[in-house]
């Protein structure tokens, strides 16, 4: 069975600093890995994905994920913090288990404060 | 624009009233889900729809119903059985593009229970 752990909700950077926001995934099958971001009141947006070939992948707003394997991990990165990408992150794992509910499983999510 | 589009924004209930969310989508897709958002608790399935009137409960099904007697729409109704309501609900959609493809959400539908 799929599921997604989500290290620290609660994550402060100051502006201009590395953003790192942690995801492990639990899947006996290749995992198909997300990132979403959810600004105040609003839905999800997608921010990246990884499906198959090279594991490094980037997304908008100038983030990035790497899938690694050997950690089975997702972690979701941006070099330098602005005062928009404060929100919530969420990490999502595709459901491949024969459930039929062509699923996504998220994790319970990262809220990003950024410092000015 | 292609999209998901909820309706109400927001919503106020008394207790043992029946509500009805809407959920329309013009993505030509397949699948729709409804998820409730609580704090610190990300998001849980209530029900999904992988065509049209055929549904299956999700984890949280409980206290909620839907139908889906046309392909781009998903209502949601929160029943009096519900017994805590008051929570953010988000409705999404999915291609057929398998495991692939990612879920596109609507803005969401925040339902307080007075």
Redesign the interface.
Known sequence: AQSVTQLG?HVSVSEGALVLLRCNYSSSVPP?L?W?VQYP??????LL?Y?TGATLVKGINGFEAEFKKSETSFHLTKPSAHMSDAAEY?CAV???AQT?????F????TRLTVIP | DGGITQSPKYLFRKEGQNVTLSCEQNLNHDAMYWYRQDPGQGLRLIYYSQIVNDFQKGDIAEGYSVSREKKESFPLTVTSAQKNPTAFYLCASRGTSGYTGELFFGEGSRLTVL
């Open positions: 909700s198909y997300f979403y009141n609003q839905g999800l947006q997608l994905k499906t969420f595709s459901d491949q039929g509910a062509n699923n996504l998220f994790g319970t999510g």
